[in-house]
């Protein structure tokens, strides 16, 4: 354990694999969370979860064929995103069905396409997350993706709150609810893509709903859930990463354990200061 | 009387089948109108496109002088709406201002107090740091209707503002209703599935009938029509 500390704060290592994926990591936990409290809030919580599984497909496609990875994923995931929240939108048609057909789908052909092609390495990452191989140029898409994410959040607060409450409403008071559905959809899957090759698609899901439910247990106000799910994923991120590098676990499981952590804490202070409340 | 709104040989489908076609009326400031009809007789449907959330088929809907359809009020139909989402009371209710404040990201003082105001006047200044999630029923109404009258400079739109009330909070909601009709001269559009509650306190009654036949005219008209003996029995 003293081992690892001491590598853990050499300089050559803090400078070239610890801080970009401190960086990149908390960039992309920062969106993730901002968008799972609309995410959660509108019940399209499945929407992460099945983004993932397509990216998945397209990058072990991308890595057979040899192509640059996010080219692939970037437009496939986008392109999910929209027919996703399209189907929601569409009361014929069970959106979380279809979320499901897709996301098997895409990783049955991911599997297959790798399995035959006898690649695994690199698809495996996607699979579990790799946040300490993030290169120079994913570490910089992530901090653009966060600036981008947060100033979206911040100038239309007023409206995502309008449309996350009560869409009809949003629309009758004049704002275009579906170009910020479609803001959401594009925001989202490239959060994904970028958090999949850190937490791997099997966890993205967990960064973009933990923190929210998490917030819900406690705060009344929609702004306390936004601001408290951004710092509790934040703070989880930076604990299950110092937790992963002194014990050896995987980076991308021991921070979703410590947001799970935080998740039972939450609730056991919501239901005694509810218990509380009453009598 | 000044003309607020007027509704000009108006079509609109619904899942591919006309539900509403050729329905011309004229609403006056003041009025209190309540659209009477079955399910599926295109209540909803007319409710959309006033609002401009829907975009007739044919027709026009002609607003009175420096109204905009994003100037209606619009209390929806009751739904789960604020069942476990974590908003406060006046987060909810100041969110009815968004159509006034054009591309400014943020709410101004004058809306701030616009909301207080709102929530004063419909009694629950004091549950404006609550959360939605722990309100009654009739509470959550009036919570929705005052987020409705941030945004209505002149006329509220209520679809089944009763829908899911026990019949004492009913009663509050409906007395609310005419208040602000007669002392704050608010023109209110309410759809209702309570015929006699409506001929009491409408001034003018809509009811859509079938897809090519309506009447409106004021309630008096409408109780000796026919068409009303088939909802309030002879």
Redesign the interface.
């Known amino acids: 354990m003293v081992d690892n500390l001491r590598i853990m704060f050499t300089p050559e290592f803090f400078m070239a694999i610890l801080l970009p994926a401190i960086i990149g990591g908390i960039a992309v936990t920062i969106c993730s969370s901002l968008l799972g409290v609309t995410l959660v809030l509108k019940r399209y919580s499945m929407i992460g979860d099945g983004l993932s599984h397509i990216g998945y497909g397209a990058l072990s496609v991308a890595a057979v064929m040899n192509l640059a990875p996010l080219k692939v994923a970037l437009p496939v995931v986008i392109a999910a995103a929209f027919i996703l929240l399209r189907l929601s939108e569409n009361s014929r048609l069970s959106g979380d069905s279809a979320i499901a057909l897709f996301s098997t789908t895409a990783l049955a052909v991911g599997i297959l396409v790798s399995s035959k092609a006898g690649l695994t390495n690199d698809v495996s990452h996607y699979m579990f997350g790799s946040i300490l191989a993030m290169s120079k140029s994913d570490v910089i898409l992530s901090v653009i993706l966060s600036v981008i994410v947060i100033l979206t959040f911040l100038l239309l607060y007023n409206r995502i709150f309008s449309v996350t409450f009560d869409e009809n409403f949003a629309r009758a008071t004049g704002v275009n609810a579906s170009v910020y559905n479609m803001i959401f959809a594009v925001l989202t899957a490239v959060t994904v893509v970028l958090g999949m090759m850190m937490m791997g698609a099997l966890l993205i899901s967990s960064l973009i709903v933990i923190p929210t439910l998490t917030a819900m247990r406690v705060c009344k106000s929609f702004k306390g859930v936004v601001l408290t799910a951004g710092t509790v994923s934040v703070f989880s991120f930076l604990v299950g990463m110092f937790m992963s590098l002194l014990m050896n676990t995987a980076p991308g499981a021991s921070i979703v354990i410590v947001n799970v952590f935080f998740f039972l804490c939450f609730s056991v202070a919501g239901s005694l200061s509810k218990g509380s409340g009453r009598s | 009387m000044k003309k607020i709104l007027e509704c000009d040989k108006l079509t609109a489908s619904y899942d591919g089948s006309n539900v509403i076609s050729g329905l011309s009326f004229t609403i006056n400031e003041g009025d209190y109108v309540c659209i009477l009809g079955e399910n599926g007789s295109g209540k909803s449907t007319l409710v959309k496109c006033l609002?401009?959330?829907k975009t007739p088929d044919s027709g026009k809907i002609v607003m009175g002088e420096g109204l905009?359809?994003?100037d209606?009020g619009?209390l929806?139909q009751h739904t789960d709406?604020a069942k476990?989402?974590?908003?406060?009371v006046a987060?909810?209710v100041i969110?009815?201002c968004?159509?006034r404040?054009g591309l400014r990201?943020?709410?101004s003082p004058k809306e701030k107090k616009l909301a207080q105001q709102a929530m004063e006047r419909l009694g629950i200044a004091d549950l404006a740091?609550?959360?939605c999630?722990e309100l009654s029923g009739g509470q959550q109404q009036r919570m929705l209707l005052a987020?409705a009258m941030c945004?209505a400079k002149k006329l509220l739109l209520l679809d089944e503002p009763v829908t899911g009330l026990d019949p004492s909070a009913a009663a509050d909601m409906y007395s609310l209703i005419s208040e602000l009709n007669q002392k704050d001269n608010m023109t209110i559009i309410m759809v209702s599935h309570d015929v006699v509650k409506s001929l009491d306190d409408a001034s003018r009654i809509l009811c859509l009938c079938s897809s090519d036949h309506s009447f409106y005219g004021t309630p008096e008209e409408y109780a000796n029509s026919h068409i009303s003996s088939k909802f309030i029995g002879d």
């Not at chain 2, 476990?84 to 406060?88: E, R």
Request: charged share 25%.
């Open positions: 609002l401009g959330i905009k359809q994003t209606i619009y929806p709406l476990g989402f974590p908003a406060t987060e909810v969110s009815g968004l159509g404040r990201p943020f709410y740091k609550r959360s999630r987020r945004a």
